[in-house]
């Protein structure tokens, strides 16, 4: 089980994100728009380097919705691979069987 502060923290992530990536999306295409002046250009990138680091997609992470783990995480059930197996082992994941040969 991961830390419940390292769990909060990329909730507050996820919710920044969120909530600033129109504003974000907008300085971004201003930035790599070579028809504008460089000036205007200057001051959408100082603009972006202003706003809070978190707000940035990149620093997402995935993690397992039941454990809070964030290695080993299958994008498709938002599980990490200890819990998929578990509950793919019980029969509690629909869609999912155990391979065997």
Same mark, same amino acid.
């Given at each position: ?6 769990? @909060?923290?990329?909730?507050?992530r ?7 990536? &129109? ?10 728009? /070579?028809?504008? &002046?460089?000036?205007? +250009?200057? !001051?959408? !990138? ?5 706003m &809070?680091? @978190?707000?940035?997609?990149? +620093?997402? +992470? ?18 990490? +691979?200890?819990?998929? /197996? ?7 994941? &629909? ?7």
């Amino acid at each position: 089980m991961a830390k419940k502060s390292s769990i @909060n923290k990329g909730k507050n992530r996820d919710k920044l994100i969120k909530k600033l990536a &129109p504003k974000r999306a907008a300085l971004k295409k201003i930035t790599m728009t /070579r028809d504008l &002046p460089f000036e205007e +250009r200057l !001051q959408a !990138q100082m603009e972006l380097a202003k706003m &809070p680091r @978190n707000s940035s997609a990149t +620093r997402h +992470r995935n993690r397992c919705e039941l454990t809070g783990r964030a290695r080993g995480t299958y994008r498709k059930f938002k599980l990490s +691979r200890i819990k998929l /197996r578990e509950l793919g082992s019980f029969g509690r994941l &629909p869609g999912l069987t155990k391979a065997s040969w």
